[in-house]
């Protein structure tokens, strides 16, 4: 059983185009969050829900934009695709104020 | 300056050696977590303290909350503990700031 699944794993994509990836938690946890890790393998915060509402919401393109329909799920659906998107995508749920569990990554290739 | 930082940036040991990694932060803080991200890219998180020191098989953590500072061990390293190790604080409860990470290579 995944904790956190995120989906697809790999996504190769022409520029301009519009895409989504989905995240679900199984955990019950209450905090869900996106994660943008860089070529250099720096993770920096994009968003983070706590049950359905956004509380962080960090300097990103509006571009990107979180949908959370229920707290298990997370999904981050990105509008007119760049070449600087191509990252390493993760998503990332809490359930008290300091346990974190990882889901697998998205690899967003922007060609 | 990046509010988390991680010592050193790359690592190269042969198996067996006893490795620390370090970790910096300066913003004030009541928890740590070290994650380790394996080649195949999935990030698993080994440890949240808050004080003192934990250990779970042959990881051992420790921080020092005056200090600011924070200690990764791995006790007869083994080429498959070759991953990036990454230091990670909690402000707010909600927001996680990432130090750079350490990449690890223990050779057989």
């Known amino acids: 059983d995944t904790a956190v699944s995120q989906t697809p794993k790999y996504l190769v994509t022409q520029m301009g185009n519009d895409k989504s990836i989905k995240c679900e938690q199984n955990?019950?946890?209450?905090?869900m969050y996106w994660y943008k890790q860089d070529s250099k393998k720096f993770l920096k915060i994009m968003f983070s829900y706590n049950n359905k509402e956004l509380i962080i919401n960090e300097t990103v393109p509006n571009r990107f934009s979180p949908k959370s329909p229920d707290k298990a799920h997370l999904n981050l659906h990105i509008n007119s695709l760049e070449l600087g998107d191509s990252a390493v995508y993760f998503c990332?749920?809490?359930?008290?104020?300091?346990?974190?569990?990882f889901g697998s990554g998205t690899r967003l290739t922007v060609v | 300056k990046n509010e988390v930082e991680q010592s050193p940036q790359n690592l190269t040991a042969q198996e067996g050696e006893f490795i620390t990694i370090n970790c910096s932060y300066s913003v004030g803080i009541s928890a740590l977590h070290w994650l380790q991200q394996h080649p195949g890219g999935g990030i698993v998180s080994l440890f949240m303290l808050s004080s003192g020191k934990k250990k779970h098989g042959r990881l051992i953590a420790t921080i020092n909350i005056q200090e600011k500072h924070s200690s990764l061990h791995i006790t007869a390293s083994h080429p498959r503990d070759s991953a990036v190790y990454i230091c990670a604080v909690p402000r707010n409860n909600n927001d996680m700031r990432f130090g750079a990470g350490t990449r690890l290579t223990v050779k057989p």
């Open positions: 955990l019950g946890h209450d905090t």
């Open positions: 990332a749920s809490s359930g008290d104020a300091y346990g974190y569990t």
